[in-house]
């Protein structure tokens, strides 16, 4: 080695920190964020420069695009050809910007978002209104800086004659900061551009009497004048745009959505796509047809309905489920003094305004130095007019050119200036005409040097120009409003009969968690039995619900945990088939098990409440609306103290009676109305005292003093007990004895615990579960009427091994 290695030791995230902030600071300032002043990006900028410098005008035919991506390239932008290629993309495209900077020719994509053509077929040049963003750049108006090769001069800011920032917006993503900032109405911003010239104290109110709200090039609804408020206040704030759409009738009694305006940013072919998509899902009934009719005469999407088809319905559902409404979030920041700030619309405006008043000033100084040169060049060809044969005899008499011009110095009191603007004098300027006209223009130009020193000492003449000048441009360029502004976001409600048809159908779960629904065509065309379902061998169905497709299922467990299901999600099937396992639908846990499944079709419904039964007696009731949920996974349904259990949970109208019988032979009877309403996640108060080893085995409404309590034990002993032999009592007692357990030697035992109680007021045929064994069915009227303290009868025949697992009602 020649030299020596020096090496420095140096902390990783000094370094580190360093360089992204290095980073940081060229991301935000020189490609993402906008200037506040013209509202381009760096790139905007260099392309509209670029065509600007190379004649690339209006008023010139268009050129290939590869050749403005390949000056603006090697000049000004060392980037890909493609990024700056997708800047001008954009500028043309009419369905993103208010107004288009670049006047594109051939194949610039479209609303599709299909592609744009490559570079070496399109062809462009500046619009029209983009030679407003360069004009009188020539004149000084605005500082340049070396390019990043030091062999040229860019722009640091266009002069920008209208309010581009607002006007045309901007989006974009840097480091740590984002922007997004809409399109406004060019009418409107320079009316409040005047406004606030005219009032420098002009406040939000007044600026949203002006500029009513954002602009899109797409057109549609939009929606939440709160948003907008605050947005212009803060810089930060949430609207909706929706669709514009209309309800058409047609033959036959039908009817079809028609949308002739869509969303800003949203992809048409997409949109087309999600809605047939959701017709070909049927996830809403009576989409019959959905076409993309959009051509020359703009944009039409058409949603053809079925017959009786619920058009505002369907309207709703998509404007939901679809793109058809979107939110829009501003964000708008942008860079003031080489910083990224947020900012209101006022400061927007005013950092504009300023930016105005800086490019008149300077252009102004700029005119005001050419006319005094040309003013000092015209006195001095008037006076040599007025002495010209002497003039000539000098000139002459010189010895050459330098001569010439020294002796008119030296003798008439010329300027250098003059003296050469002599010399070159051509000979036809010296006829009569021509002296009366450069008298003239001598005169013109000595008003135009008043009427600039007049603008350059008068800020008030300034603004004055300034707002001319805006006024010639909001005539020349202004557009009525796309956009239509709804002050208030409309809520979308979207009825279940619109995404479902309603169809009354069969319900079932079994023992081992097996669900489905089935048709009452698959069941009748089964045979009509429900003993005839499919199950797997040694299940067993423990709920059969007779329900309708657009009901709801609140599926709870014993674990104080609920679901909501809506009966039209629940898979499928035949009568005869299985189904499926539950955890395929709701996130059941394994070892939780489901209690009760309570079928609901309203949430609202004014008296109707819940109430919990829990192992250890405990009592809860609560508002049924409280239930209501869009959320798919378990739910607290109800607080559990250490090792309690939910029993059982039945739906009430607060006008009945509760009655609860345990495991050991108790039961109590009390008014529902002692139960207050609760929140959803309480645990309730105590229904009935129970001894230690005791446990409630089933809870009943009932009323009156009709029916019968029927009660059954695990050895298969079972009684029915008049309902009048349970008196109402008060909650929270110890009740009243409703089966008495025989005990001895040398007595048949009648069992050593309820399995399960019943209140009966009409013939129920009852299944029972035996293990080992096979289930057995009997009615309650084989079951014989004996007092409330009785013993029972055997009602089913267990051998010595057997036990009696549970016993459930057939329908």
Known sequence: MAEAEQLMSAL???????????????????????????????????????????????DKPYRKSAKTVGDVMGNYHPHGDSSIYDGMVRMAQPWKMGHTLIDGHGNWGSLDDDPPAAMRYTEARLSQIAGELLRDIEKKTVPFRDNFDNTLKEPVVLPSRFPNLLVNGVSGISSGFATEIPTHNLREVIDACIALIDRSDLTLEDIMKLIKGPDFPTGGIIMGEEGI????????????????????????????????????QVVKSKLVTSIENIRLDKKVEGIAEVRDESGRNGLRIVIELKKDADAQGILAYLLKKTDLQVNYNFNMVAIVNKAPRQMGIKEILKAYIDHQKDVVTKRSRYDLEKAEDRAHVLEGLVKALNILDEVIAEIKASKNRQDAQKNLVSKFAFTDRQADAILVLQLYRLTNLEITSLTKELQEVNKLLDYLKSILGSEKKLL??????????????????RSEIQSEVEELKVNLEVMVNPEDVLVTV????????????????SGGEVEATGLKEGDYVRFLLDVNTIENLLIFTKNGQYYLLPVHQIPEFKWKDNGTAIVNVIPIAKEDRIVNIIPVKNFDEPGKTLVFFTKKGQVK??????????????????????????????????????LLVTKNGMSIRFKESEVNPMGRVSSGVRGINLNEDDEVVSAHFVEGDEGEILVISDRGYAKRSLLLDYPVQGRGGKGVLTFEFKEGKRVKPNGSRLIKAFYVRDAIELKALIQPGDPLTFSTEQVAIEDRKSIGRPVIKLEKNAELMNVLPLR
């Open 464 to 481: 004055g120009v300034i707002k001319d000048e805006l006024l010639d441009i909001k005539k020349k360029y202004g557009i009525d409003r």
């Open 12 to 58: 990783l995230e000094e370094v580190v920190g360093d360089r992204f902030g290095r980073y940081s600071k060229y991301i935000i300032q020189d490609r993402a964020i906008p200037d506040v002043r013209d509202g381009l990006k760096p790139v905007q900028r260099r392309i509209l420069y670029a065509m600007y410098e190379a004649g690339n005008t209006a």
């Open 510 to 525: 079994s023992n081992e968690g097996y669900i489905k629904r089935t048709s009452m065509l698959s069941f009748i065309r």
């Open 229 to 264: 408020r605050e947005a212009y206040a803060t810089g930060k704030g949430r609207i909706y745009i929706r669709a514009k759409a209309a309800i058409e009738e047609m033959k036959g009694a039908r009817q079809q959505i028609v949308i002739t305006e869509i969303p800003f």
């Open 621 to 658: 009731r609560t508002d049924l609306k409280e239930y209501m949920t869009n959320r798919s996974i378990g739910i607290a349904a109800c607080k559990l103290n250490g090792g309690d259990e939910v029993v059982d949970v039945l739906q009430s109208d607060e006008t009945k009676e509760i």
